[in-house]
C-alpha cells in the first residue's frame, strides 16, 4: 500500500504570495491532519479534516486554511505568506482518527 | 490543553550503547506514538501505543497511563539511530488533535 504522498516537496515563495500543499492520504484512510514545524515552535498541530469536514482547529491564523475532497485528499493554503510561515509542513492520515501516518513534508521557504 | 514533555533534549552515546528516553503528558490520553523524525525530516512511526509494553527489535516501549509517562529504549546502538525522537499524545478530552512533545535529539557516535 502506498504511503501519504505530499506535494510539492520544496517551494519558495516571497513574502505577500498565497501557496496551496497537497497530501495524499493512504488508501481507505478518511481522516488527515495537518501539521507546521519551526525550530522555535516544534511542530504544531494546524488543523484535521475527515470526511470532508474541518473537525479541529489549532491556534493558528485566518490566513491558515485547508480543504478535503470526496477522495480524502487534502489541500492546505496560505494566503499573504509572511517570513515566519517558512516551515516544513506535515501531513498525517489515520484510517480511523488513531494511529497517524505521516508523509516526506513539504518544506516552505518565504523569502 | 495536554502538555507533553520529553528528556533529556538531547543525548551522545557510543555505538552499542543502551538508552532511555522518556515522555510525561499532563492528562489523560487515549493514544501515544512514537516517532523518529529522520534527516529528511520524515516522521517514522515507531511504536502506537497507548498503555502497555511493545517491542520491535532494538526498540521497545512502555507507556503506563495511569501515572502518565512513556518510555521508549533503544538497546545496542547503532549510528543510523541517530535523529530526532518524538512523543505524541492524544488527550481524552474528545478532539482528535495530537500534541508533540519537544523531541530528544539523539546523536550515536561510531
Known amino acids: 500500500k502506498a504511503g501519504v504522498t505530499q506535494t510539492p516537496r520544496y517551494l519558495i515563495k516571497t513574502r505577500g504570495q498565497q501557496v496551496t500543499l497537497s497530501c495524499s492520504p493512504i488508501?481507505?484512510?478518511?481522516?488527515v491532519s495537518w501539521y507546521q514545524q519551526t525550530p522555535g515552535q516544534g511542530l504544531q498541530f494546524l488543523f484535521e479534516?475527515?470526511?470532508?469536514?474541518?473537525?479541529n482547529k489549532g491556534n493558528f491564523p485566518g490566513r491558515f486554511s485547508g480543504r478535503q475532497f470526496s477522495n480524502s485528499r487534502s489541500e492546505m493554503n496560505v494566503s499573504t505568506l509572511e517570513l515566519g510561515d517558512s516551515a516544513l509542513y506535515l501531513c498525517?492520515?489515520?484510517?480511523?482518527?488513531?494511529?497517524?501516518?505521516f508523509g516526506p513534508g513539504t518544506r516552505l521557504t518565504v523569502l | 490543553g495536554i502538555q507533553v514533555e520529553q528528556s533529556p533534549p538531547d543525548l551522545i552515546l557510543q555505538e552499542g550503547a543502551n538508552s532511555t528516553l522518556r515522555c510525561n503528558f499532563s492528562?489523560?490520553?487515549?493514544?501515544l506514538q512514537w516517532f523518529h523524525q529522520n534527516p529528511w525530516g520524515q516522521l517514522i512511526n515507531l511504536f502506537y501505543?497507548?498503555?502497555g509494553t511493545k517491542q520491535n527489535g532494538r526498540l521497545s516501549a512502555t507507556t503506563v497511563a495511569t501515572e502518565r509517562y512513556s518510555l521508549l529504549y533503544i538497546s545496542s546502538s547503532q549510528t543510523t539511530d541517530s535523529g530526532v525522537y518524538f512523543c505524541?499524545?492524544?488527550?481524552?478530552?474528545?478532539?482528535?488533535?495530537?500534541?508533540f512533545g519537544t523531541g530528544t535529539r539523539l546523536k550515536v557516535l561510531a
Open positions: 505524541a499524545a492524544l488527550s481524552t478530552s474528545g478532539t482528535y488533535k495530537y500534541i
Open positions: 498525517a492520515s489515520s484510517p480511523r482518527r488513531d494511529e497517524q501516518f
Open positions: 479534516y475527515f470526511s470532508e469536514t474541518q473537525r
Open positions: 501505543i497507548p498503555s
Open positions: 492528562d489523560s490520553v487515549n493514544n
Open positions: 488508501s481507505g484512510h478518511r481522516s
